[in-house]
C-alpha cells in the first residue's frame, strides 16, 4: 500500500518560506519595494476606515489583507527570480517541469551529446512529451532518435516534443510550465502508470556500445552460426 504523503510542520514550512524570501530579495530589486507596498496599502485603508468611524474589526482584516498581498507578490516574484536563475543552465527545463503541480514523471537526458544538448523524457496526462535543450539543429536529431525509439512502445498515447529557446519556433523557459499545462489531458491516470513502467524498462537497458567491439568482446568464430 502507497504511504501517504508526509505533513510539513508549521515551523518548516515558516523556514522555507523564509529561504524563498531571502532568494528573492537578493535577485530581485523590485521584490522588497512591492513587499512593502503590499503590506502598506491593506493596513492604511484599515485605518482610515476605523478611523471614519468603521468598526475595530477593519484592523485584523487589514492584517490578513496585508498577508495575502504579501504571499502572492512572493509567489510571483519568486517563480521570475528562479526563471532567471536557470536561465542558460543545463537541466534547467527537467527541473522546473520535477517542480510542476501534477503528476508528471520526468527521466532526465535520456539523449544527450557531449556538447550539453539533452533530450528529456516527461510521462503525465497529456501523454509522453519531449523536451529538449541546447543547439536546436543537433537537439532535433536527439528528438528524431528518441521518437523513432519511444514510438514502439507507448501504444496510442499521444507524444509531442519541444524546444527550449527563445529563437522563432522554440518555446521560451518561462513559457515552458503554462505550454505543458495548456497541453489536453488525453491519458488517464492508471494508464500514466503504466506508460511510465513500460518506459523505464526501456530506458533501463544497457545501451550497446558503437562502433567495432573489442577483441575481448567479441564471440568465438562460428558461434553465431550454431544458433
Request: glycine share 10%; net charge positive.
Amino acid at each position: 500500500m502507497a504511504t501517504a504523503p508526509q505533513k510539513v510542520k508549521f515551523r518548516d514550512r515558516i523556514k522555507q518560506i523564509g529561504m524563498v524570501f531571502s532568494f528573492t530579495a537578493k535577485r530581485d530589486k523590485l521584490f522588497i519595494p512591492l513587499v512593502l507596498i503590499a503590506v502598506i496599502v491593506p493596513l492604511a485603508a484599515a485605518g482610515i476606515a476605523v478611523a471614519l468611524g468603521a468598526s475595530w474589526t477593519w484592523l485584523p482584516l487589514g492584517v490578513v489583507a496585508a498577508v495575502l498581498a504579501i504571499m502572492i507578490v512572493l509567489n510571483l516574484r519568486s517563480n521570475n527570480a528562479m526563471m532567471s536563475e536557470m536561465e542558460g543552465q543545463p537541466g534547467a527545463a527537467a527541473a522546473l517541469v520535477e517542480n510542476m503541480r501534477g503528476d508528471w514523471r520526468v527521466t532526465q537526458a535520456v539523449q544527450y551529446t557531449g556538447q550539453f544538448d539533452m533530450v528529456h523524457l516527461v510521462i503525465g496526462r497529456p501523454g509522453v512529451i519531449l523536451i529538449g535543450e541546447g543547439n536546436p539543429q543537433r537537439v532535433r536529431q536527439l528528438l528524431g532518435q528518441e521518437k523513432r525509439r519511444l514510438s514502439k512502445v507507448i501504444g496510442s498515447a499521444d507524444m509531442r516534443d519541444f524546444i527550449v529557446g527563445d529563437d522563432e519556433g522554440l518555446v521560451p523557459l518561462g513559457k515552458l510550465r503554462n505550454t505543458l499545462m495548456r497541453l489536453p489531458r488525453t491519458v488517464s491516470g492508471k494508464d500514466v502508470n503504466a506508460l511510465d513502467k513500460r518506459l523505464k524498462a526501456l530506458t533501463s537497458r544497457p545501451q550497446m556500445p558503437k562502433g567495432q567491439l573489442p577483441k575481448n568482446m567479441r564471440p568465438p568464430k562460428g558461434a553465431m552460426r550454431g544458433r
